[in-house]
């Protein structure tokens, strides 16, 4: 190839690695969801059914964990059992939902 094509595919290379790298930092960043009976076998995260009765579950993940406690207590105060904010990297979280769309938890 000639030099122009070349840098430009160095640039290319440079742009992807760079990339990746800021996938995989935002990635391992934590959020919070809303968990019940945490650390038992019966553990669960609070969903949204949306539209009611599609069977699409949407996982509230929240960035802040003062929000996930409001939101926990909020839920609780209706009636869901008693959540508590629960940290987890959110790469964790995009590997459930991949997981359950398969049919895989």
Do not use: W
């Amino acid at each position: 190839g000639d030099a122009f094509t070349d840098g430009l595919l160095q640039r290319i290379a440079e742009l992807s690695e760079k990339e990746q790298q800021e996938d995989s930092r935002v990635s391992k960043k934590p959020v919070y969801l809303a968990m019940f009976n945490a650390n038992t076998s019966e553990e669960g995260v609070h969903t949204l059914e949306s539209p009611p009765g599609s069977g699409r579950n949407t996982v509230m993940a929240f960035h802040g964990k003062e929000d996930c406690y409001r939101f926990c207590l909020t839920l609780a105060a209706q009636g869901f059992y008693d959540p508590e904010p629960r940290e987890i990297p959110l790469n964790q979280v995009y590997m459930f939902a991949d997981d359950a769309s398969r049919g895989e938890t």
